[in-house]
């Protein structure tokens, strides 16, 4: 029940296309769902997170969409470039008590130029 | 403003021994959280530290320890080495209660022969 659910394992755009990668929850008791983003050697990032009051949060080219009911939230990436290329993690947590993240697998995405 | 720090970046250890890794957090962050990193398991939670306490744990044997002093810098311990332990090893601070706070350091580098 604690588990995130993601996908695509990997994903390969290109340049100037849309990604999205989907996830999805079972612990309805999680109240803030964030997407990090990892390039190789660094630690996570993070891009933009959403809480379950909203159904949709964007910022510049990334969008969350989030459906409750359906228990998934997904990331789409507008316009994507060669930069982008890095690992995405969603995540979720209950924020009543401390930080403590159950992220997702991971989805390595590729954007070609 | 500096960021998350954590020493050492790259460690070689052998079997059985023991381990120490440090991680500072960014000033005013009194919230420490660590995760383990493997391509097998991705991103998993180990402990959350605020104000000297362990307020969060995870799903990790005994061997998995940490503490927090009252400047607010974290160490994690892990005894009895196994091969498995090979992992990057994440420290990320946050601002109490403030999840979009929650910057993640570069990691530690932990290779077990």
């Known amino acids: 029940q604690q588990q995130v659910k993601q996908s695509p394992q990997s994903l390969i755009v290109q340049k100037g296309g849309i990604s999205i990668i989907n996830c999805a929850y079972e612990n309805t008791a999680f109240d803030y769902f964030p997407w990090y983003q990892q390039f190789p050697g660094k630690g996570p990032a993070l891009l933009i997170a959403i809480r379950p009051d909203v159904s949709e949060k964007k910022e510049g080219r990334f969008t969350i969409s989030f459906n409750k009911s359906a228990k998934q939230f997904s990331l789409h990436i507008m316009d994507s470039q060669p930069g982008d290329s890095a690992t995405y993690f969603c995540a979720a947590s209950m924020n009543n008590y401390g930080q403590n993240f159950v992220f997702g697998p991971g989805t390595r995405l590729s954007v070609l130029p | 403003k500096a960021g998350v720090t954590q020493t050492p970046r790259y460690l070689i250890k052998t079997r059985g021994q023991q381990v120490t890794l440090s991680c500072s957090p960014i000033?005013?962050?009194?919230?420490v959280s660590w995760y383990q990193q493997t391509p097998g398991q991705g991103l998993q939670f180990l402990f959350e530290y605020f104000s000297e306490t362990q307020r969060n744990k995870g799903n990790f044997p005994g061997r998995f320890s940490g503490r927090q002093f009252s400047n607010s810098r974290s160490e994690m311990n892990v005894s009895t080495l196994e091969l498995g332990d090979s992992a990057l090893y994440l420290c990320?601070?946050?601002?109490?209660?403030?999840?979009?706070?929650?910057?993640f350091g570069p990691g530690t580098r932990l290779t077990v022969l």
């Open positions: 000033s005013g962050h009194r919230s």
């Open positions: 990320a601070s946050s601002l109490e209660g403030s999840p979009d706070t929650q910057y």
